[in-house]
């Protein structure tokens, strides 16, 4: 099978299998044909032929295939108006619609509005279109008048229908919409660029308008720029200003200079507004003509003030300016001038000045033999060359009459000294014809460093032919460099300063220097008694001086003495002095010295020394040893301190050491403390000098007894040793007291405490049964009393005392030995015959004789030592 010709280009004709194999006789069969016509085939009918052959025989035949293409319609639309287009409330424009034809036939459409949206009016000029071939395109138009009430963001649409001119059923819409946009558009109102005339110092005020020809309300700013010296004033407002779309807003500024601006001729000012929404702004060129300005300055004296005296002549100097924009031709005027002044100008100086240029000008002030002398108010004046004054001065003119002054002194030369200050005194006179004010004035550039001046008074009011005079201080500040210097001294006339007259004063430096002889008359002495010698002073220095004597190392009288003013080579009289040695003064030399300070300069000092001797007043003791009393007791177990006074009696510093000698001092322990709390017996003593020593005494013994003590003072006086001691001081110590052993009755009879006991108990059981018995019988009355009797004469109450009670239980009571136990029996403890224990109070008792002692100081048990009662040694231990 197959096809009578070929396939158009684009066609896909063919059979899916075109092989049929195997067909009975009478078969038929369906056979699958494919056709696919290409995206532009014409619309219409389209013939292929189809073929069919026998492979096993010439048998073949064909049939007619029609194809009929129909027609599709499609249409795209898309805006095609210029992305630059802004649709403006009031304004109409062409909004371009592109139309394509999608479809597979050439067509051609006819266009109108279906439906409108918006405050716009729509409309299209051209409702018939072109004939569009396939994939082709074609633009309309379509007008759009938005309403002149719209604004910004405000939209319009218009629905665009297309029909098919060949079959009005096929039809095609498309919704087009606009948005309104803005227009931002400033214009100012007669804005022209006509210079405006400014003259400085004078404003110029303008108004000013502006127009928003936008489409939107605008917020405005407002600016202006120009020269910085330009002044504005009701300036361009400096908030935004609202101005509704076609209305205008309209300000006033006030523009100046100063007078003294360099500005002059065209200068241009921008004023700008600024849209604050869309930043558009629209400037305003201003043209401003600045007049000239003439303007000068001028000053003159600081005291506006001029001098002159009568029928002379001064020139007088002023600053002068031209401060202002025009150059400058000037005359000079002037009012109030007295009779025969004239003022002119200096043949050096002119009055012409370009702008900015200063100068000095110079105006000659001459007087005559007629003026008046006093003060007179005149004016200064410049003018313009039409006359015009530009500037004034007010000046006094003071005429003067004869001036004339002189100053003179003593001598022209001074001394100066270091001491106080020199005063020189100086004649001021006025020479002239009328009252004056003279100044006076030192040149000290000779005197350096080396002199300070002051003056009582540096300006003078004097009248005609009268003088006064002027004190000048002058002190000397350092060593002088030179011999001599020169203080020039200058004074001026106030009332005319070309007046003056001059004095020099020559400084001689002082040269101070003094001589002191010093003569001794009674030089050896002894303590408390006088030396005694005489002093001469001599000026020898180059001026008139006085001198301070004085004395050190003695008591002397004077003790110092001022002489008298004493002139270059002058000598004092003899003056003469005594010197206490005073009571405790060292034996041996000394040295007194003796000093003469001068007046003028205190560091000028001469010094003399007088030697002598002091003899000693060692002839027999060194010290005397006092206490406050001369009998002491203490108990066997205490202690007791001495206050013990020793004092120096010679003129000597010596040391020593202090002891105890005496009866029985071994009674006891002794110890020195000084003054100072330190233990020691040692001591130094200056001349009549004391301290004092405490001596603390401990008792060593418990039986007690007297002491006879004396305490030595052994002194090293300048190497002889000296013995001095106390009176005698009597030291009692009392012993313990211990308890009996038994009881002692008269005649001698003696018992021990259980005899005694006995006896006593069994008195009370006697006592007893006696009442008893007297009780019972009257008649046995008389024998107990008898037998009390005897009893009583062996027993007497007075001598024993109260009776102790009954033993208890057949204890023995405890033996009391004053303030502590006594030893317990020996065989009590496990201890030797001669040792004993350490008791409170670093104290024992001595096993041999039961005396209570003290034990050696710093000893720590076990230990030995002998008793100082019965020279047994005895062992302590803890």
């Known amino acids: 099978m197959g096809f009578g010709k070929s396939i158009p280009a684009g066609w896909d004709v063919r059979f899916i299998d075109d092989l049929q194999s195997n067909m009975s006789a009478g078969e038929m069969r369906f056979v699958s044909l494919r056709v696919s016509s290409p995206a532009n085939a014409d619309a219409g009918y389209h013939g292929f032929r189809l073929f069919a052959g026998s492979a096993n025989g010439n048998v073949s035949f064909s049939t007619l295939l029609v194809v009929n293409i129909t027609a599709t319609h499609n249409l795209a639309f898309t805006d095609a108006t210029n992305e630059s287009n802004v649709w403006l409330p009031g304004i109409s424009g062409n909004l371009s619609a592109n139309i394509t034809n999608l479809g597979s036939v050439d067509s051609t459409y006819s266009y109108s509005i279906g439906a409108t949206s918006g405050d716009c009016i729509i409309d299209i000029p051209t409702s018939q279109g072109m004939e569009i071939q396939v994939n082709a395109s074609e633009n309309i138009d379509i007008e759009f008048s938005p309403s002149g009430n719209m604004h910004q963001w405000d939209m319009c649409g218009a629905l665009l229908e297309a029909t098919n001119i060949d079959d009005s059923s096929v039809v095609f819409q498309h919704w087009f919409n606009i948005s309104i946009g803005v227009s931002t558009s400033l214009e100012w109102v007669d804005a022209s660029p006509s210079p405006e005339t400014l003259t400085p110092g004078q404003p110029l005020s303008l108004q000013f308008s502006i127009v928003n020809t936008g489409s939107e309300e605008e917020s405005l700013g407002f600016t202006i720029d120009g020269d910085d010296d330009f002044i504005f004033s009701n300036a361009v407002p400096t908030s935004s200003v609202d101005v509704g779309r076609g209305n205008s807003t309209t300000f006033y500024v006030d523009i100046d200079l100063p007078t003294d601006t360099n500005l002059v001729g065209i200068q241009n000012l921008t004023i700008e507004a600024t849209s604050w929404s869309s930043w558009y702004s629209e400037n305003l060129s201003l043209i401003v003509d600045v007049n000239e300005v003439p303007a000068i300055s001028l000053l003159g004296p600081n005291d506006n003030r001029i001098v002159v005296g009568v029928d002379s002549a001064t020139l007088l100097n002023f600053s002068a300016e031209n401060i202002g924009t025009s150059n400058l031709s000037l005359n000079l005027q002037s009012t109030g001038l007295p009779s025969g002044v004239t003022v002119a100008l200096d043949e050096m100086s002119n009055l012409s000045f370009s702008v900015g240029q200063a100068k000095v000008l110079s105006f000659s002030v001459q007087t005559s033999a007629i003026t008046p002398v006093g003060d007179h108010s005149i004016t200064l004046s410049l003018a313009d060359s039409v006359g015009f004054v530009l500037v004034s001065q007010a000046l006094t003119l003071q005429v003067l009459p004869t001036v ?13 000294g270091a001491g106080n200050s020199t005063i020189f005194s100086i004649n001021v006179a006025n020479l002239g014809d009328a009252s004056d004010t003279i100044s006076i004035d030192l040149d000290t550039t000779d005197l350096g460093s080396d002199y300070g001046v002051s003056i009582s008074s540096q300006t003078l009011t004097i009248d005609a032919g009268q003088s006064q005079q002027v004190e000048l201080s002058l002190s000397l500040l350092d060593t002088p460099t030179s011999s001599t210097s020169d203080l020039v001294i200058v004074i001026q006339s106030g009332l005319d300063a070309m007046v003056s ?52 190392g003695l008591n002397c009288m004077p003790s110092s003495y001022v002489a008298q003013s004493l002139n270059p080579s002058e000598s004092t009289t003899s003056i003469p002095f005594s010197c206490e040695v005073p009571d405790a003064h060292l034996s041996g030399s000394g040295v007194i010295s003796v000093r003469v300070q001068s007046q003028t300069d205190s560091s000028m000092i001469v010094e003399e020394q007088l030697s002598y001797t002091v003899s000693s007043t060692l002839y027999g003791s060194a010290v005397t040893i006092s206490s406050e009393t001369i009998s002491y007791s203490m108990s066997y177990d205490s202690s007791s301190t001495i206050e013990v006074v020793v004092s120096n009696n010679v003129n000597h510093i010596i040391t020593g050491t202090m002891s105890v000698f005496g009866d029985n001092s ?8 000084d003054f100072q709390g330190n233990s020691g017996s040692s001591y130094t003593l200056t001349p009549l000098s004391s301290t004092t020593f405490s001596l603390t005494l401990t008792s060593m013994s418990n039986q007690g007894g007297i002491a006879d003590i004396t305490l030595h003072a052994i002194s090293d006086v300048d190497g002889n040793i000296v013995t001095d001691s106390s009176p005698s001081i009597e030291v009692e110590v009392d012993a313990i007291h211990t308890a009996p052993d038994g009881l002692a009755l008269p005649l001698g009879i003696e018992m021990s405490n259980q005899t005694g006991l006995s006896i006593l108990s069994g008195g009370w059981i006697f006592a007893l049964l006696l009442v ?14 008898a037998e009390m009797d005897l009893v009583d004469s062996l027993l007497p109450a007075a001598e024993f005392g109260a009776l102790p009670p009954p033993a208890l239980g057949g204890l023995p009571m405890p033996a009391m030995a004053g303030d502590g136990l006594l030893p317990p029996p020996l065989g009590a403890s496990e201890i030797d ?33 002998s008793c100082p009662s019965c020279e047994e040694s005895i062992r302590v231990s803890e």
């Open 772 to 785: 008893m018995v007297m009780r019972s019988s009257r008649k046995k009355r008389k024998v107990v009393e």
């Open 501 to 552: 007259d001059v004095m020099i004063l020559t400084i001689h430096a002082q040269d101070v220097a003094a001589e002191l002889t010093v003569v001794g008359q009674n030089t050896t002495s002894a303590s408390g008694s006088q030396i005694t010698g005489s002093a001469i002073i001599k000026n020898s220095g180059n001026a008139i001086d006085s001198f301070l004597l004085s004395f050190s």
């Open 833 to 865: 015959a001669n040792e004993t224990m350490l008791l409170p109070g670093r104290k024992v008792i001595c096993p041999s004789c039961t005396t209570k002692l003290s034990v050696p100081r710093g000893s720590v048990p076990p230990f030995r030592f």
């Open 666 to 673: 071994g009674l006891f322990h002794a110890e020195w403390t």
């Open 404 to 416: 004339s002054v002189g100053v003179s002194a003593g001598s022209n030369w001074v001394i100066v």
